[in-house]
């Protein structure tokens, strides 16, 4: 089955750092554009990093200077590094594979990510 699962989501204090995970099931990463998304209650799902498959990478402004998005290709994984979290971090984060040249995508069931005391 064709599949994205993130992981790494939890409960963190403010200040503190999580890295999110994305990993493929059935296919490869490499043709790929990755997304991550974020869905914080009550608002609507945005986009907050995303990564090209060559590489080259964008940020949500909220986001910028604090997260890292990357990818291993031989690994089939993306990862997000969350650093200095507050709470207007805390979400639902979802990632998400868009194909290249094609229309084949993907979303993950999401990993939650609480920033309290």
């Known amino acids: 089955q064709m599949q994205v699962t993130e992981s790494g989501g939890g409960l963190v204090q403010p200040g503190g750092s999580l890295r999110l995970s994305c990993v493929t099931s059935?296919?490869?990463?490499?043709?790929?554009?990755v997304k991550w998304y974020r869905q914080a209650p009550g608002k609507q799902r945005e986009p907050v990093a995303t990564?090209?498959?060559?590489?080259?990478?964008t940020y949500v402004d909220s986001v910028k200077g604090r997260f890292t998005i990357s990818r291993d290709n031989t690994k089939d994984t993306v990862y997000l590094q969350m650093n200095s979290l507050t709470a207007e971090d805390t979400a639902v984060y979802y990632c998400?594979?868009?194909?290249?040249?094609?229309?084949?995508?993907?979303w993950g069931q999401g990993t939650p990510v609480t920033i309290s005391l």
């Open positions: 998400y594979a868009r194909r290249r040249f094609g229309s084949q995508e993907f």
């Open positions: 059935g296919f490869s990463f490499r043709n790929f554009d």
């Open positions: 990564i090209s498959t060559a590489g080259l990478t």
